[in-house]
T-cell receptor, first 112, second 113 residues
Framework: EAQVTQNPRYLITVTGKKLTVTCSQNMNHEYMSWYRQDPGLGLRQIYYSMNVEVTDKGDVPEGYKVSRKEKRNFPLILESPSPNQTSLYFC???????????FGPGTRLTVL | GNSVTQMEGPVTLSEEAFLTINCTYTATGYPSLFWYVQYPGEGLQLLLKATKADDKGSNKGFEATYRKETTSFHLEKGSVQVSDSAVYFCALSDSDTGNQFYFGTGTSLTVIP
């Protein structure tokens, strides 16, 4: 089944404790992206990648890192999480030739 | 720059009512336009899309027409069902900005029997 998977689905952590949220897709998509969803703000793009070893900042990259060492994986790294990073995070992927994005199920992160 | 403005919610309708959710956009290039739907507790799913001016996207009874002259992409459905209750997001993708996606803030729809 074609899908985007994210892990974990739920995470509660404390300020300053490094964490990684994994994202994997099995559709051979070149393009992958991370978003955060906050009430009243919709989805805002954090980082995106158009291919292996190519990453670019979205609208809200501060406090986040990403890497794209393999085509299928695009982990989101929070080196020192803070409470303002409490949010619902979505990973998405697409072909470069077609802008339709496929979304993962979301990761709800709480930083205390 | 690029941006999407969509109608504030929440919207509550009775079953079989007509639905319109307004969406306007600003783009530097020639964007593709999308409507995504998010059901409770789930990720976003593509509802429909249009890639050039005057295109009409349609799916599951929903329609939206890409209007370049009014920079709009309003979502419509002639007769809503309880199962249409969800949050709807308008979005654009502009190849001039490297396929970066821009979403509206979302409109929550509740359909009551």
């Amino acid at each position: 089944e074609a899908q985007v998977t994210q892990n974990p689905r739920y995470l509660i952590t404390v300020t300053g404790k490094k964490l990684t949220v994994t994202c994997s897709q099995n559709m051979n998509h070149e393009y992958m992206s991370w978003y955060r969803q906050d009430p009243g703000l919709g989805l805002r793009q954090i980082y995106y990648s158009m291919n292996v070893e190519v990453t670019d900042k979205g609208d809200v990259p501060e406090g986040y890192k990403v890497s794209r060492k393999e085509k299928r994986n695009f982990p989101l790294i929070l080196e020192s999480p803070s409470p303002n990073q409490t949010s619902l995070y979505f990973c998405a992927s697409s072909l470069l030739s077609s802008p339709e994005q496929f979304f993962g199920p979301g990761t709800r992160l709480t930083v205390l | 720059g690029n941006s999407v403005t969509q109608m504030e919610g929440p919207v509550t309708l009775s079953e079989e009512a007509f639905l319109t959710i307004n969406c306007t956009y600003t783009a530097t290039g020639y964007p593709s336009l999308f409507w995504y739907v998010q059901y409770p507790g789930e990720g976003l799913q593509l509802l429909l899309k249009a890639t050039k001016a005057d295109d009409k996207g349609s799916n599951k009874g929903f329609e939206a027409t890409y209007r370049k002259e009014t920079t709009s992409f309003h979502l419509e459905k002639g007769s809503v069902q309880v199962s249409d209750s969800a949050v709807y997001f308008c979005a654009l993708s502009d190849s001039d900005t490297g396929n970066q996606f821009y979403f509206g803030t979302g409109t929550s729809l509740t359909v009551i029997p």
